[in-house]
């Protein structure tokens, strides 16, 4: 057994998990030079929630961070996790749009691209993958692992087989809700190993307790890469701690070969952020809570707060119990789906419909409808067709890749945000979120020629674009 590789994520996955994805780039920057030099297979530090929370909350442009980064961190590689045909926004791109932005992301200094679709449809992958090994970049698809009777380990071993033959680099088992116990990892990472040549990733959360056990046992079946978070931001709903995971497999044949001495300057300065985030109110201490409930109900730690929010708004919190019962009933008719964004969130607004209105399926939410049409992909297990129609009426269901309905959009999107463009990636920022982006470019231009934007729409439409 090589030794065991470690992908860094406390500068993406670690802080979206507990602050909601608020360190902003300045807080970033004094501790990239020595963060490079720790020898991190990869350092996650792009995608999922950043770019949003960049334009959104941080006043931040993405593809600046993106750059900095790589100017302050030579020598390691950096990873992205991306949605697929979804890129990070929450819609389908057209494949044009898809492969400009893949294209930007490697030019602007990504190199590993960890692309996932929410329903594991591989047909919504494929266009990522080609892109990005087409760019040169590492492509690994992660699995979005779930629990439910269709998936099972054979299950996982047919899906890693696929993945390995439409071309990527690697495989990751993205265990985002925590559901993985330690025995299962040990056999899952075991049979995919057996059945297939490409390295395996393991990524799992802390939220029921269970995630450095699941690493560990995970390492002994012959995982390559785990990714782990340092300590000041680990832990709760983030990951294990990347120092006690060097420390466990020192002097072992899995010895990371990492010095945890080096380490220990990167702890202290993230045990200041995180001292500075508690004072703020930005990390709420509750997040760093064990939370098993997540292996009882089976349903992501964050669609929980979710039902119960949208239950304590309708008055009904009392009906928690039920909803939670009615959540696998309607996965089961909508085919399974993996509860993972934006999939759990359609599960359990349908859900809590189906039960405040008292009637199941008396409304139907235009997202659920969505599902079982066939707008997101195919589904795990096929949808009984007389339900399909009952949701859908006479809409006729999806069944190619949705992508392929796509009209090329990428010019007509340039055209839309013309007037707002000061580098060529700024049509992606707009295509993602094409309500934040325009404030944000507006913001960007008001800051560069030193106008207040409250007092001189005059002397906006005078200045140059």
């Known amino acids: 057994m090589a030794k065991v590789k470690i992908t860094e994520t406390v500068l993406r996955d670690a802080h979206q998990s507990l602050i909601a994805t608020r360190m902003s780039l300045d807080e970033m920057m004094p501790i990239l030079p020595a963060m490079d030099k720790i020898g991190f297979h990869s350092c996650e530090v792009w995608g999922g929630a950043t770019f949003d929370s960049c334009l959104r909350f941080l006043d931040e442009d993405p593809w600046d961070r993106l750059r900095a980064i790589r100017k302050a961190m030579p020598n390691t590689k950096l990873q992205m996790l991306f949605r697929g045909q979804n890129m990070l926004g929450y819609r389908h791109y057209a494949d044009d749009v898809l492969k400009y932005f893949v294209e930007k992301s490697v030019a602007n200094g990504i190199d590993i691209i960890r692309i996932f679709d929410a329903l594991n449809d591989i047909r919504n992958l494929e266009t ?5 090994k087409k760019e040169g970049a590492h492509a690994q698809i992660a699995i979005s692992y779930t629990l439910g009777e269709v998936f099972t380990d054979e ?10 033959s439409i071309g990527a680099d690697s495989i990751c088992i993205k265990d985002m809700a925590a559901l993985l116990t330690p025995y299962e990892t040990e056999r899952l990472v075991k049979k995919i190993k057996a059945n297939v040549k490409i390295p395996v990733q393991l990524h799992t959360h ?7 056990m699941c690493l560990l046992k995970g390492i002994e079946a012959g995982a390559d890469i785990i990714d782990t978070a340092m300590s000041p931001l680990a832990l709760g709903t983030s990951h294990a701690p990347t ?15 990492l010095d945890l001495v080096a380490l220990t300057e990167i702890r202290d300065y993230f045990m200041t952020l995180r001292e500075k985030y508690i004072k703020n109110g930005l990390l709420d201490p509750k997040m760093l809570a064990t939370d098993a409930n997540a292996l009882i109900y089976q349903v992501p730690g964050g669609m929980l707060s979710n039902l119960l929010s949208q239950l304590k708004q309708a008055g009904k919190e009392d009906q928690l119990t039920e909803v939670l019962k009615e959540v696998p009933r309607v996965r089961k008719d909508a085919g399974f789906p993996p509860l993972v964004t934006p999939t759990s969130q359609i599960v359990g607004t349908q859900a809590v419909f189906n039960v405040i209105m008292g009637e199941r399926y008396k409304t139907v939410t235009k997202e659920f409808k969505g599902l079982v049409r066939g707008e997101y992909g195919k589904t795990p297990v ?8 009952k949701i859908c009426k ?4 999806i069944t190619c890749r949705p992508a392929d309905l796509l009209e090329p959009e ?21 295509a993602q979120f094409p309500k934040v982006a325009p404030k944000f470019f507006e913001k960007r231009r008001d800051k560069k020629y030193g106008i207040d934007s409250k007092h001189s729409d005059t002397q906006k439409k005078v200045m140059p674009v």
């Open 128 to 132: 990522a993958v080609a892109s990005a």
């Open 155 to 164: 299950y996982y071993v047919d899906y890693a087989k696929r993945i390995e």
């Open 206 to 212: 802390y939220t029921s307790g269970l995630a450095s």
């Open 243 to 257: 120092e006690s995971m060097v420390a466990a497999l020192q002097g072992t044949e899995y010895d990371t070969g």
């Open 382 to 389: 096929e949808i009984d067709p007389d339900f399909q129609k």
């Open 394 to 397: 006479d809409e006729k269901p």
């Open 410 to 430: 990428l010019e007509k999107l340039k055209a839309e945000c013309a007037e707002w463009i000061e580098q060529e990636e700024d049509v992606l920022s707009y």
